[in-house]
């Protein structure tokens, strides 16, 4: 069950017992009055900036079982050429982020040389979402099928 940002929302493919929940980002807390929510896989995948990791970590406050994909170093230095920077970063003590997250939020957030700073991944911008969509077939496919993702 993915949670997912408005574009990864938008090119949800279908996905046999799986839903994708989008609603307005650090609202997901208000997921908490749904309890069945404790018994299934949850998975995030949302935007790699400051914001997207915020609300990371507001969702596993309440699932603290959620996994994220695709919100990594590898994947945001993979896709140097769609940064954005973010006009007001985040700048929150995250403390339900794994290792690997935190230290890509600890670097958007300081700037380092590497990541710029203040940075957004999205992959795509513009309205042609069939790229999201071809990534996220891809990523759930792996999900359902291989047991190391």
């Known amino acids: 069950m993915p949670i997912a940002a408005a574009p990864t929302y938008l090119a949800f493919p279908d996905q046999p017992h799986s839903i994708g929940i989008h609603g307005g980002g650090c609202a997901v807390t208000q997921l908490s009055a749904l309890p069945w929510l404790h018994d299934v896989r949850l998975v995030c995948w949302g935007d790699l900036d400051t914001h997207g990791f915020t609300i990371l970590d507001r969702l596993r406050r309440v ?8 919100m990594n170093r590898r994947i945001l230095l993979e896709h140097r050429g769609q940064w954005a920077k973010e006009d007001v970063p985040a700048r929150e003590h995250l403390g339900t982020l794994i290792p690997n997250e935190a230290d890509v939020y600890d670097s958007l957030v300081d700037g380092d040389g590497e990541t710029g700073g203040r940075t957004s991944r999205r992959l795509n911008h513009g309205g042609d979402r069939q790229p999201d969509a071809a990534l996220y077939r891809i990523v759930f496919t792996r999900l359902r099928f291989d047991p190391r993702t």
Do not use: M
Not at 63 to 70: E, G, R, Y
């Open 63 to 70: 699932f603290p079982h959620t996994q994220s994909i695709l």
